[in-house]
T-cell receptor, first 111, second 114 residues
Framework: AQSVSQHNHHVILSEAASLELGCNYS??????LFWYVQYPGQHLQLLLK??????LVKGIKGFEAEFIKSKFSFNLRKPSVQWSDTAEYFC?????????FGKGTRLHILP | DARVTQTPRDKVTEMGQEVTMRCQPI?????VFWYRQTMMQGLELLAY????????DSGMPKDRFSAEMPDATLATLKIQPSEPRDSAVYFC????????????FGQGTRLTVV
């Protein structure tokens, strides 16, 4: 069975700071990996996804993630955050058709 | 604009009552997921279906929860009897079911059991 671990539960940054959110997964087969974002009071929306190919994946709103197979990691990055990036971020792994989510990281950006 | 539709958006019910949550997946999607979101547990996968057949419902408390897909355009999640600990936001998501699918989420049903 697959599992996902997100290292940081709560991150506070100032605007224009760089962001990196950690995600490690556990799964024995070929994985599909995702980052979703949930703005306050809203549903989850896809930020980016990795299925195969280039391990550096670019998503919406300036986010990117790097798949490092040897480390079982899929960290999310953004060079310069904005106040509007305040949200909860979820890493997820798909295996055998099932999508499992990490517990999420709450990101708070100070204006 | 294709979207997953969930009803009701909010539900307040008394302990012991039956609760039914409905989900209309995106047309053409053959995979449906049910998740429960709480502060303590985060997003838990309760069940998922492909082509209307349940593939995995191991995350669901069997004694009171049931999930079905009466047809390709409707998925239901029932709780009977409901308990205060069932209070959570329940999300439905659908996907195309291919090897490179992603999950598209509905707006969720916020359930409060008093």
């Amino acid at each position: 069975a697959q599992s996902v671990s997100q290292h940081n539960h709560h991150v506070i940054l100032s605007e224009a700071a760089s962001l990196e959110l950690g995600c490690n997964y556990s799964y024995g087969g070929t994985v599909n990996l995702f980052w979703y974002v949930q703005y306050p009071g809203q549903h989850l929306q896809l930020l980016l996804k990795y299925f195969s190919g280039d391990p550096l994946v670019k998503g919406i709103k300036g986010f990117e993630a790097e798949f490092i197979k040897s480390k079982f990691s899929f960290n999310l990055r953004k060079p310069s955050v904005q106040w509007s990036d305040t949200a909860e971020y979820f890493c997820a792994v798909m295996g055998h058709g099932k999508i499992i989510f990490g517990k999420g990281t709450r990101l708070h950006i100070l204006p | 604009d294709a979207r997953v539709t969930q009803t009701p958006r909010d539900k307040v019910t008394e302990m012991g009552q039956e609760v039914t949550m409905r989900c209309q997946p995106i047309l053409g999607h053959n995979t449906v997921f049910w998740y429960r979101q709480t502060m303590m547990q985060g997003l838990e996968l309760l069940a998922y279906f492909r082509n209307r057949a349940p593939l995995d419902d191991s995350g669901m408390p069997k004694d009171r929860f049931s999930a079905e897909m009466p047809d390709a355009t409707l998925a239901t999640l029932k709780i009977q009897p409901s308990e205060p600990r069932d209070s959570a936001v329940y999300f439905c998501a659908s996907g195309s079911g291919g090897s490179n699918t992603e999950a598209f989420f509905g707006q969720g049903t916020r359930l409060t059991v008093v």
